[in-house]
């Protein structure tokens, strides 16, 4: 056989078939459906987010969490998922108040009615921001959509 690219390869056995390398399959964009297609995003942190069972902190994921707002009823809600597997880890409607958090210089707590297992449950929540700036950014959001859930109460 040779092995000078410019020349076609020879098989040594006659019979022996040259199958062609056609490369990957192409693959055509699906449609996916996230379950936000009827909220507009209003802010998103880059953030690691807490959750409080059996009487500790444990870190529930790192991700992007963002400030929802439904197009036509205008309730806020927050939504955390998972950095590279997508799996939702905070989503729940914001009601109640926040408070800065012990647990990390650059963090708020707080309770929600968490939906992201599948069932409602109450849990309490603690958010690690990056920096300052989103700190107070942070608290700012949470605080107008708070008032906005409120209103529409």
Known sequence: MSLDPAEPPIPEDPEEEIIPYVGPPKLLPVATKTGEE???????FKCKLYRFRNEEWKQRGQGILKFLQ???????RLLMRQDATYFIRANHIIS?????????????EWIGQ???DGETKLES????????????KFYQQYEECRILNKDED
């Open 38 to 44: 009827d909220f507009e995003q209003l802010m998103a």
């Open 70 to 76: 439904h197009k036509e009823t205008k309730k806020c």
């Open 96 to 108: 109640e108040a926040i408070v800065k958090s012990l647990f990390h210089q650059y963090g708020y």
């Open 114 to 116: 968490d939906q992201s």
């Open 125 to 136: 929540f603690c958010v690690k921001l990056e920096s300052e700036e989103d700190f107070d």
